[in-house]
């Protein structure tokens, strides 16, 4: 839930955001860990290779973020409700919970794959 006053004409001021979940906060730090992933990316490869390691990430980075909306897009077609007294349907909360869901699913399967290898390399 977005509650917005305003103050003058044309300007709002954000008062509480989503309930209190946090959610602000968790989009704000989105963008910094994709900076912190190819700042420890860089400095984990070898000078050799941080090109080609460069590019993969960036390759893989940027698959991700045309999937993720068309996802997202697709859940929230999905899951639709109307509200009261608003005309027109709106996606619900089951299409925001499945979004995090399955994006949870993927972080997790991610982890799980790259432990996975380091068990495997150590078992060698």
Not at 13 to 18: A, D, E, G, V
Not at 42 to 62: D, E, H, K, Q
Not at 63 to 81: C, D, E, K, L, V
Request: aromatic share 12%; with cysteine; charged share 10%.
């Amino acid at each position: 839930m977005l509650l917005l006053w305003r103050v003058e004409p044309g300007f709002y001021y954000l008062h509480q955001l989503c309930h209190g979940h946090g959610f602000f906060d968790k989009a704000a730090g989105l963008p910094l860990s994709i900076t912190g992933g190819f700042n420890i990316m860089l400095l984990s490869a070898p000078i050799r290779v941080t090109g080609v390691a460069l590019g993969m990430t960036l390759l893989l980075n940027l698959i991700g973020q045309s999937i993720g909306p068309s996802f997202a897009a697709m859940y929230q077609q999905m899951y639709q409700g109307t509200a009261e007294e608003v005309a027109g349907q709106f996606p619900t909360q089951d299409a925001y919970n499945l979004i995090f869901l399955t994006a949870v699913m993927i972080s997790v399967r991610s982890i799980a794959l790259y432990l996975a290898g380091l068990l495997l390399l150590q078992c060698r």
